[in-house]
């Protein structure tokens, strides 16, 4: 990139377990003086009932996104030439979507991203809890899943099949990002 240009700000979204945070991780390992934000760093302030969210139109504006942002607008003025955002969000969230170049869906299937997303998250628990969780998502959960299929997903700039190998995904990714860079 040129000197004195602004980072290129690439956001990756996916359902929970879709692949965000190893993407993100991997991509900005390959670009050259990069910096990564990752969404679940943060505590933010948002909807209590993310089902009565989803049933009310899903705001995405609904979520204070401050602390992230904040990070953001300072890692917009460092000398970089990218920044790589761990972000569900794509261009549904009316502040960030203004610093966001482009965005990348990972299309994960849901089978997979649960299956992904209980080796994560439940290595040292109880069945009991794995169990409760899974009743958390037939009963609530996969809702959130459907309404990222629904609107995250076809706000995305493109859109990458989740089941490709990592370095695939990075590659096709990387091959965007010299066409627009």
């Not at 607008?73 to 969000?89: A, C, G, H, K, Q």
């Amino acid at each position: 990139m040129k000197k004195g240009k602004q980072p290129l700000v690439i956001a990756i979204a996916a359902v929970s377990g879709g692949g965000k945070t190893t993407i993100s991780t991997h991509l900005n390992e390959r670009l050259q003086n990069s910096k990564i934000l990752f969404f679940d760093e943060y505590d933010f302030d948002g909807p209590d009932d993310i089902i009565d969210w989803i049933d009310n139109g899903a705001n995405y504006d609904e979520w204070n996104l401050a602390p992230l942002m904040s990070d953001l607008e300072v890692l917009l003025t460092e000398p970089l030439n990218y920044i790589v955002m761990d972000f569900p969000f794509a261009y549904k969230h009316s502040k960030t979507s203004k610093f966001i170049d482009f965005t990348v869906f990972i299309d994960t299937p849901l089978d997979i991203a649960m299956a992904r997303r209980v080796s994560r998250d439940f290595k040292n628990s109880t069945v009991e809890n794995i169990l409760m969780d899974m009743e958390g998502y037939i009963s609530q959960g996969r809702r959130g899943y459907l309404e990222m299929l629904e609107t995250i997903k076809p706000n995305s700039d493109i859109i990458v099949d989740g089941t490709l190998p990592v370095f695939e995904i990075v590659s096709i990714i990387s091959q965007y990002i010299k066409q627009i860079d």
